[in-house]
C-alpha cells in the first residue's frame, strides 16, 4: 500500500513497452480533446507519477460500476493504470475483510490527508438517520462526511452517486441523495452513466495525475470531453433519422436494416455521453448498436422521465382522461350559460313595457 | 433546461394543456350551437344544407373576386395555412404524437417537404407581421390579440424548425421549448380569435345554409 512506485517502472514490470504507453497517453489526449502536443505531456507527468492513494466507497449501488470497470477492459492499457494507483479501500476488490479493512481506509485517510481522490459509487440514504445502508455499523452518510474531510477530490462513479440514480426513483423510500447534495466544500465530478464508461474514469484519473487538477466540467459536473455531445449527435444511424427513416418495431425491416430507434423511444436526443464514439467492451459497440434505442442512463432521474419505449415525442402521462371530462365540463359549462342566457331573454321580455299611442304622444 | 423540465411538459404540463383547450373548445363551439336561431316562418327558396355544404366546401379555396381587393394577405394567409397545416400534422414525429394519443396513425411526408413547407409558413407568418404594420389600415385594426395570436402560432413554427434542423440550442432544450410553446398555444387559443380552427366551418355553413334559405346563389 505504501510503495508508491512511479506508474513508468510498475508499467514496465509488467512488460507494458514504452509504445503503447505513448498511444495510450495519445488516446486519452484525443478522447479529452486536448491538443496532440498534450500526448506527451500526459506521457511525461503520468510516468512521473506517482500512484495516488484512492478510496473507493460504495453505498447504496449494484456494482454494476465496479463490475464495468473491472470486467470489460481486463487485458487493457485502462485497468492496468486502474491498477497502478493505490486502490486502498474497495469493499468489493479488497483481500482484506472486516477490521483490517475498516482499518486500511483509516490509514489511508490518515496518511494521504488532504490529498487522496475518493471514489464514490452509490447513492447516500438520508431517511430515518440513513440506516438503510450501513458498513461496519456506520451509516453511508458518516462514512462519506468523514471519508470527504481530507480529500483532495471526488469523483462520483455512476449516476447513484452523480445524481441519486435508481435508489433515488420514485418514490424514493431510503431518501437516497447524491453525493454533490451533502458535500459543497469539495471539487466533486461526475462521471455518471448506469454503468458509466470505463474510459471515461480513466481518463478522468489520467487528466488528474497529469494536470492536477479536474478536466473541464458541464452544469452537472460531468467532464465536457465526454458529456459535451448527446448519444444522438454522434449516432452512427444518425443519417436514417435525417432521412425520416424509423424502425417500428424491434424485428421489423426498418430495424433489421439499421434505421434510427427514435420512435421505439431511444432517448439518445437528450442524452449526454460518449457511447456512440468510445463505445463498450473493447470498442464491439453501444446499445444502439445492438438494436435497443438510449436509456439516457447518464442523466438525473432516468428512472422518473417516462418509459424506457415511448418516443419522446408522445405524451409521458395519459392525456385521454383529462380530455373526456373537460369535454363533458365544457359541454356542461354552454349549456347551463346557454340556459341562462335564455332565461334571462325570457325575463326581458316578459318584462317588456308595450309602447302606445299615448306614449308616442307625450301624454 | 433539464430532464425533469422536458418530463413536466411531456406530462402534467401537456395534461393541463389539454384539459383547458378541450375545455374552452367545447363550451365555445356549443355555446355557439344552442344560441340556435328563431325558426324562419318564410317560405325556403332552396336547402339550408346543400347552401351551407357548398360554402364550406368553396371558401376553402381562393376567390378570384376576393383576391384583387387583398392579394398579397389572401396569398400568404393561404401559404402560412397550408405550410402550418403539413407540418403539423405530416411530420413523422408528430404523427407518432397522434399515434400514442389516438391509437392510430398515418404516413408521413418525407423531410424534404416538411422543410419547405415550414420555412414558407414561416417567411408569410413574418410577411404578414410586416404588412400588418406597414399597411395603414391594417395597422389601426391591429390590437394586442392580433399581436398575442400572431407570437403564439409563430413560436412552435420556429422552434419546431429550429428542433428539426438542430439549430441554436441542444435537442433538449429546443424539444422542451417547443412542447412549451404549442401548450401556451393551447391554453390560449379557445379564449382568443385563434377559436376560429373549430368555428371557421361552423361559420361557414351558417352563412351559406341563411343564403341556401334565401335561394342565393353564393
Known amino acids: ?363 | 433546461m433539464d430532464q425533469e423540465l422536458l418530463l413536466w411538459v411531456r406530462g402534467t404540463g401537456l395534461q393541463i394543456a389539454t384539459a383547458v383547450f378541450v375545455l374552452g373548445m367545447s363550451y365555445r363551439v356549443l355555446h355557439l350551437l344552442l344560441l340556435g336561431r328563431k325558426p324562419s316562418l318564410a317560405v325556403a327558396r332552396g336547402s339550408e344544407w346543400a347552401g351551407g355544404l357548398r360554402t364550406m366546401w368553396q371558401r376553402s379555396f381562393m376567390l378570384p373576386s376576393l383576391s384583387g381587393r387583398g392579394l398579397f394577405t389572401v396569398i400568404a394567409g393561404y401559404v402560412f395555412h397550408v405550410g402550418f397545416l403539413i407540418t403539423l400534422f405530416f411530420l413523422s414525429q408528430h404523427i407518432d404524437l397522434f399515434r400514442a394519443v389516438f391509437g392510430f396513425g398515418w404516413p408521413a411526408l418525407p423531410r424534404g417537404v416538411i422543410d419547405v413547407a415550414a420555412v414558407l409558413a414561416i417567411g408569410a407568418m413574418v410577411a404578414l407581421l410586416v404588412h400588418r404594420f406597414i399597411d395603414p389600415v391594417k395597422r389601426l385594426l391591429s390590437g394586442f390579440e392580433d399581436f398575442l395570436t400572431w407570437t403564439l402560432s409563430f413560436l412552435p413554427l420556429l422552434t419546431g424548425f429550429m428542433l428539426l434542423r438542430n439549430i441554436g440550442f441542444e435537442y433538449l432544450t429546443l424539444l422542451t421549448l417547443h412542447i412549451a410553446s404549442v401548450e401556451l398555444l393551447m391554453v390560449v387559443a379557445p379564449f382568443t380569435k385563434l377559436a376560429h380552427m373549430f368555428t371557421t366551418f361552423m361559420a361557414r355553413w351558417y352563412n351559406g345554409a341563411v343564403n341556401g334559405f334565401k335561394g342565393i346563389n353564393a
Open chain 1, 1 to 363: 500500500m505504501t510503495e508508491h512506485e512511479t506508474l513508468e517502472q510498475r508499467l514496465h514490470e509488467q512488460g507494458i513497452s514504452r509504445r503503447s504507453f505513448l498511444k495510450f497517453c495519445a488516446a486519452m489526449a484525443t478522447m479529452m480533446a486536448l491538443p496532440p502536443s498534450s500526448a506527451t505531456a500526459i506521457a511525461a507527468a503520468l510516468s512521473q507519477a506517482k500512484r495516488p492513494s484512492v478510496i473507493w466507497l460504495s453505498f447504496q449501488e449494484c456494482t454494476g460500476c465496479t463490475e464495468s470497470l473491472t470486467r470489460s477492459h481486463s487485458p487493457t492499457l485502462e485497468s492496468m493504470i486502474f491498477d497502478l494507483i493505490s486502490l486502498d479501500y474497495h469493499h468489493t476488490l479488497q483481500a482484506a475483510s472486516g477490521f483490517a479493512a475498516e482499518q486500511a481506509r483509516d490509514e489511508a485517510m490518515k496518511e494521504f490527508h488532504g490529498k487522496y481522490l475518493l471514489l464514490v459509487d452509490g447513492s447516500i440514504p438520508l431517511k430515518d438517520g440513513g440506516v438503510y445502508s450501513t458498513i461496519a455499523g456506520r451509516t453511508n452518510l458518516d462514512m462519506l462526511q468523514e471519508a470527504a474531510a481530507g480529500a483532495a477530490a471526488i469523483v462520483a462513479v455512476g449516476s447513484c452517486a452523480a445524481f441519486g440514480g435508481l435508489p433515488n426513483a420514485q418514490p424514493n423510500p431510503t431518501g437516497a441523495v447524491a453525493v454533490s447534495d451533502i458535500i459543497k466544500d469539495k471539487p466533486i465530478i461526475n462521471i455518471s452513466g448506469c454503468p458509466p464508461i470505463p474510459a471515461v474514469i480513466t481518463a478522468v484519473l489520467a487528466h488528474y495525475l497529469t494536470f492536477g487538477a479536474l478536466p473541464a466540467l458541464d452544469d452537472l459536473g460531468r467532464p465536457k470531453a465526454f458529456y459535451g455531445e448527446t448519444i444522438h449527435d454522434r449516432c452512427y444511424r444518425r443519417p436514417m433519422y435525417e432521412q425520416g427513416k424509423f424502425a417500428k418495431s424491434f424485428d421489423d425491416e426498418g430495424a433489421r436494416n439499421g434505421w434510427c430507434l427514435y420512435e421505439l423511444g431511444c432517448k439518445g436526443p437528450t442524452t449526454h455521453n460518449a457511447c456512440a464514439t468510445t463505445k463498450w467492451n473493447g470498442g464491439a459497440g453501444f446499445p444502439i448498436e445492438a438494436g435497443h434505442g438510449c436509456l439516457g442512463c447518464s442523466e438525473p432521474k432516468f428512472w422518473d422521465v417516462g418509459s424506457f419505449y415511448t418516443p419522446l415525442p408522445a405524451p409521458a402521462a395519459d392525456v385521454t382522461a383529462f380530455a373526456q371530462a373537460a369535454a363533458l365540463a365544457g359541454a356542461a359549462a354552454a349549456v347551463v350559460l346557454s340556459t341562462a342566457d335564455r332565461a334571462k331573454q325570457r325575463r326581458a321580455q316578459r318584462s317588456r313595457q308595450k309602447l302606445t299611442v299615448s306614449d308616442l304622444k307625450g301624454e
